[in-house]
Protein backbone atom coordinates (compact mmCIF):
# COMPACT_ATOMS: atom_id res chain seq x y z
CA UNK A 1 0.00 0.00 0.00
CA UNK A 2 1.44 3.24 -1.00
CA UNK A 3 0.38 6.22 1.57
CA UNK A 4 0.73 9.63 -0.20
CA UNK A 5 2.77 12.71 1.19
CA UNK A 6 0.15 14.70 3.49
CA UNK A 7 -1.52 14.46 7.12
CA UNK A 8 -3.09 11.49 8.41
CA UNK A 9 -5.14 10.80 11.02
CA UNK A 10 -4.75 7.27 12.81
CA UNK A 11 -6.43 6.21 15.83
CA UNK A 12 -4.43 3.42 17.04
CA UNK A 13 -5.47 1.34 20.77
CA UNK A 14 -2.74 1.22 22.75
CA UNK A 15 -2.45 0.35 26.56
CA UNK A 16 -0.29 3.08 27.52
CA UNK A 17 0.81 3.38 30.85
CA UNK A 18 -0.94 6.17 33.38
CA UNK A 19 1.99 8.06 33.28
CA UNK A 20 2.64 8.20 29.37
CA UNK A 21 -1.08 8.97 29.08
CA UNK A 22 -1.15 11.99 31.12
CA UNK A 23 2.06 13.54 29.93
CA UNK A 24 0.51 13.20 26.36
CA UNK A 25 -2.97 14.70 27.32
CA UNK A 26 -0.56 17.34 29.25
CA UNK A 27 0.69 17.99 25.43
CA UNK A 28 -2.48 17.71 23.44
CA UNK A 29 -4.19 20.10 25.74
CA UNK A 30 -0.84 22.92 25.62
CA UNK A 31 -1.70 22.62 21.62
CA UNK A 32 -5.08 22.23 21.60
CA UNK A 33 -6.62 25.32 20.56
CA UNK A 34 -8.70 27.52 23.20
CA UNK A 35 -12.19 26.97 24.01
CA UNK A 36 -13.29 30.08 21.70
CA UNK A 37 -11.41 29.33 18.87
CA UNK A 38 -12.69 25.91 18.61
CA UNK A 39 -15.08 25.67 15.79
CA UNK A 40 -15.46 21.50 15.46
CA UNK A 41 -17.18 19.42 18.21
CA UNK A 42 -17.23 20.28 21.92
CA UNK A 43 -14.75 17.38 23.96
CA UNK A 44 -13.59 16.67 27.17
CA UNK A 45 -10.61 19.65 27.43
CA UNK A 46 -10.80 20.72 30.60
CA UNK A 47 -12.78 18.11 32.18
CA UNK A 48 -9.90 17.13 35.08
CA UNK A 49 -9.84 21.08 35.97
CA UNK A 50 -13.84 20.58 36.66
CA UNK A 51 -12.95 17.34 38.74
CA UNK A 52 -10.11 17.76 40.72
CA UNK A 53 -11.24 21.88 41.79
CA UNK A 54 -14.68 20.23 42.85
CA UNK A 55 -13.33 17.60 44.72
CA UNK A 56 -11.22 19.89 46.41
CA UNK A 57 -13.54 22.24 47.48
CA UNK A 58 -15.54 19.32 49.22
CA UNK A 59 -12.86 18.09 50.69
CA UNK A 60 -13.28 17.37 54.85
CA UNK A 61 -10.73 18.28 57.51
CA UNK A 62 -8.98 15.60 59.10
CA UNK A 63 -7.58 14.01 61.02
CA UNK A 64 -8.50 10.36 60.18
CA UNK A 65 -7.91 7.49 57.29
CA UNK A 66 -8.38 8.32 53.98
CA UNK A 67 -8.14 6.29 50.61
CA UNK A 68 -7.17 7.97 47.21
CA UNK A 69 -8.82 5.34 45.00
CA UNK A 70 -6.85 5.09 41.65
CA UNK A 71 -4.85 7.98 42.42
CA UNK A 72 -2.69 8.08 39.36
CA UNK A 73 -0.14 10.72 39.47
CA UNK A 74 -2.69 13.33 40.30
CA UNK A 75 -2.86 15.84 43.43
CA UNK A 76 -5.80 14.99 45.02
CA UNK A 77 -3.45 12.45 47.22
CA UNK A 78 -1.69 14.77 48.26
CA UNK A 79 -4.22 17.77 48.77
CA UNK A 80 -6.07 15.12 51.75
CA UNK A 81 -2.49 14.74 53.30
CA UNK A 82 -2.30 18.39 53.76
CA UNK A 83 -5.43 18.29 55.13
CA UNK A 84 -4.35 16.34 57.75
CA UNK A 85 -5.33 13.06 56.72
CA UNK A 86 -3.48 10.18 56.96
CA UNK A 87 -3.66 8.79 52.98
CA UNK A 88 -3.62 5.42 51.25
CA UNK A 89 -3.58 5.70 47.80
CA UNK A 90 -3.91 2.99 45.45
CA UNK A 91 -3.83 2.20 41.90
CA UNK A 92 -2.80 -0.23 39.58
CA UNK A 93 -0.15 1.05 37.70
CA UNK A 94 2.60 2.59 39.65
CA UNK A 95 3.24 6.47 40.29
CA UNK A 96 6.03 8.52 39.83
CA UNK A 97 4.84 11.80 42.41
CA UNK A 98 7.63 14.53 42.59
CA UNK A 99 7.20 14.55 45.91
CA UNK A 100 6.59 12.58 49.31
CA UNK A 101 4.56 13.23 52.21
CA UNK A 102 4.55 11.53 55.93
CA UNK A 103 0.75 11.06 56.12
CA UNK A 104 0.99 9.78 52.26
CA UNK A 105 1.84 6.41 51.18
CA UNK A 106 1.19 4.43 47.69
CA UNK A 107 0.23 0.77 47.51
CA UNK A 108 0.05 -0.50 43.72
CA UNK A 109 -2.94 -3.01 43.54
CA UNK A 110 -6.35 -4.26 42.31
CA UNK A 111 -9.08 -2.64 44.59
CA UNK A 112 -11.55 -5.67 43.86
CA UNK A 113 -8.49 -7.57 45.04
CA UNK A 114 -6.65 -5.87 48.30
CA UNK A 115 -7.44 -6.14 51.61
CA UNK A 116 -8.20 -3.23 54.01
CA UNK A 117 -9.62 -3.37 57.08
CA UNK A 118 -13.47 -3.40 57.36
CA UNK A 119 -14.80 0.41 58.10
CA UNK A 120 -11.23 1.77 58.15
CA UNK A 121 -11.31 5.07 56.12
CA UNK A 122 -12.80 8.21 56.79
CA UNK A 123 -12.86 9.65 53.16
CA UNK A 124 -12.41 7.82 50.00
CA UNK A 125 -11.90 9.77 46.64
CA UNK A 126 -13.05 8.13 43.76
CA UNK A 127 -12.03 11.00 40.89
CA UNK A 128 -12.72 9.34 37.48
CA UNK A 129 -11.95 5.78 38.22
CA UNK A 130 -14.77 3.67 38.86
CA UNK A 131 -16.06 3.95 35.14
CA UNK A 132 -12.85 1.48 34.23
CA UNK A 133 -12.73 -1.05 36.45
CA UNK A 134 -13.10 -4.06 34.14
CA UNK A 135 -13.11 -2.71 31.35
CA UNK A 136 -9.95 -4.82 29.59
CA UNK A 137 -7.31 -2.67 27.11
CA UNK A 138 -6.57 0.12 29.24
CA UNK A 139 -4.97 0.96 32.73
CA UNK A 140 -3.49 -2.55 32.46
CA UNK A 141 -6.96 -4.06 33.17
CA UNK A 142 -6.70 -7.74 31.91
CA UNK A 143 -9.58 -9.68 33.18
CA UNK A 144 -13.08 -8.82 32.14
CA UNK A 145 -16.21 -7.65 34.41
CA UNK A 146 -18.71 -6.13 33.48
CA UNK A 147 -19.91 -5.48 37.02
CA UNK A 148 -16.76 -4.33 38.63
CA UNK A 149 -17.82 -0.88 38.66
CA UNK A 150 -20.93 -1.93 41.12
CA UNK A 151 -18.06 -4.81 42.79
CA UNK A 152 -16.02 -1.74 43.48
CA UNK A 153 -18.21 0.35 45.21
CA UNK A 154 -19.85 -2.38 47.35
CA UNK A 155 -15.91 -3.43 48.40
CA UNK A 156 -15.24 0.57 49.17
CA UNK A 157 -18.65 1.07 51.20
CA UNK A 158 -17.23 -2.09 53.34
CA UNK A 159 -13.98 0.04 53.63
CA UNK A 160 -15.58 3.08 54.90
CA UNK A 161 -16.62 3.56 58.66
CA UNK A 162 -20.54 4.66 58.81
CA UNK A 163 -21.01 8.17 58.63
CA UNK A 164 -18.00 8.50 56.16
CA UNK A 165 -17.85 10.27 52.76
CA UNK A 166 -17.10 9.27 49.20
CA UNK A 167 -16.00 12.16 46.65
CA UNK A 168 -17.21 10.73 43.57
CA UNK A 169 -16.58 11.80 39.90
CA UNK A 170 -17.86 10.09 36.91
CA UNK A 171 -19.18 10.28 33.59
CA UNK A 172 -22.84 10.66 33.06
CA UNK A 173 -25.13 11.19 30.06
CA UNK A 174 -27.21 8.45 28.32
CA UNK A 175 -26.65 4.56 29.89
CA UNK A 176 -23.18 3.47 27.58
CA UNK A 177 -20.31 1.74 27.31
CA UNK A 178 -17.21 2.74 25.89
CA UNK A 179 -14.96 -0.30 25.78
CA UNK A 180 -11.31 0.27 26.45
CA UNK A 181 -12.17 2.95 27.45
CA UNK A 182 -15.28 3.87 29.70
CA UNK A 183 -18.83 3.56 31.10
CA UNK A 184 -20.98 6.59 31.06
CA UNK A 185 -23.84 6.35 34.13
CA UNK A 186 -27.23 7.11 33.04
CA UNK A 187 -31.27 6.48 34.34
CA UNK A 188 -30.11 2.90 34.48
CA UNK A 189 -26.80 2.49 35.94
CA UNK A 190 -26.06 5.26 37.88
CA UNK A 191 -28.71 4.20 40.26
CA UNK A 192 -26.88 0.56 40.89
CA UNK A 193 -23.68 2.60 41.28
CA UNK A 194 -24.90 4.84 44.28
CA UNK A 195 -26.80 1.74 45.75
CA UNK A 196 -26.42 1.83 49.47
CA UNK A 197 -24.78 5.12 49.59
CA UNK A 198 -26.69 8.17 50.82
CA UNK A 199 -26.36 11.08 48.51
CA UNK A 200 -25.38 14.30 50.46
CA UNK A 201 -24.85 16.62 47.60
CA UNK A 202 -24.69 16.18 43.75
CA UNK A 203 -23.86 18.44 41.07
CA UNK A 204 -23.19 18.38 36.85
CA UNK A 205 -21.54 19.93 34.48
CA UNK A 206 -22.12 20.00 30.54
CA UNK A 207 -20.09 21.52 27.69
CA UNK A 208 -21.34 24.40 25.84
CA UNK A 209 -21.54 24.87 22.34
CA UNK A 210 -18.02 27.35 22.95
CA UNK A 211 -16.44 23.95 24.68
CA UNK A 212 -17.02 25.07 27.92
CA UNK A 213 -17.66 23.79 31.21
CA UNK A 214 -21.02 25.07 32.79
CA UNK A 215 -23.17 24.07 35.52
CA UNK A 216 -26.46 21.98 34.79
CA UNK A 217 -29.42 20.19 35.85
CA UNK A 218 -29.76 16.74 36.24
CA UNK A 219 -31.94 15.79 33.64
CA UNK A 220 -29.80 18.09 31.22
CA UNK A 221 -26.70 16.37 32.42
CA UNK A 222 -27.99 12.61 31.89
CA UNK A 223 -29.73 13.03 29.14
CA UNK A 224 -26.22 14.18 26.88
CA UNK A 225 -25.28 12.28 24.65
CA UNK A 226 -21.85 10.91 25.14
CA UNK A 227 -19.38 9.59 22.50
CA UNK A 228 -15.95 8.17 24.22
CA UNK A 229 -14.93 5.94 21.62
CA UNK A 230 -11.40 7.30 20.89
CA UNK A 231 -7.88 7.19 23.13
CA UNK A 232 -7.61 11.14 22.30
CA UNK A 233 -9.84 12.62 25.20
CA UNK A 234 -10.25 16.04 22.90
CA UNK A 235 -12.27 13.66 20.54
CA UNK A 236 -14.72 12.58 23.57
CA UNK A 237 -17.46 13.90 25.49
CA UNK A 238 -19.68 13.11 28.08
CA UNK A 239 -21.12 15.30 30.60
CA UNK A 240 -19.72 14.73 34.43
CA UNK A 241 -21.53 13.87 37.59
CA UNK A 242 -20.00 14.74 40.96
CA UNK A 243 -21.34 13.30 43.98
CA UNK A 244 -20.47 13.36 47.83
CA UNK A 245 -21.93 10.28 49.23
CA UNK A 246 -21.95 8.74 52.57
CA UNK A 247 -21.99 5.09 54.26
CA UNK A 248 -25.37 5.28 56.19
CA UNK A 249 -24.95 5.12 59.77
CA UNK A 250 -25.94 1.99 61.65
CA UNK A 251 -29.64 2.43 62.80
CA UNK A 252 -29.91 2.18 66.83
Request: glycine residues 8%.
Amino acid sequence: MRIEPGRHNLDLSLNLPVWLYTALRKVRRAVAPSGDNNNSTVNLLGDRDIEWSWIASQMPSGPGEALDFGSGESLLALAAAERAFNVTAVDLQPVDWPYTHPNLRFIQGDILELSFPKKRFDLIINCSTVEHVGLTGRYAVTEDRPDGDLQAMKRLREFMKPGGIMLLTIPVGRDAVFIPICRVYGSQRLPQLLNGYTVDKAAFWVKNNRNRWEQSDRDTAMNSEASAGSWDPLKNIYALGCFVLRRPERKK
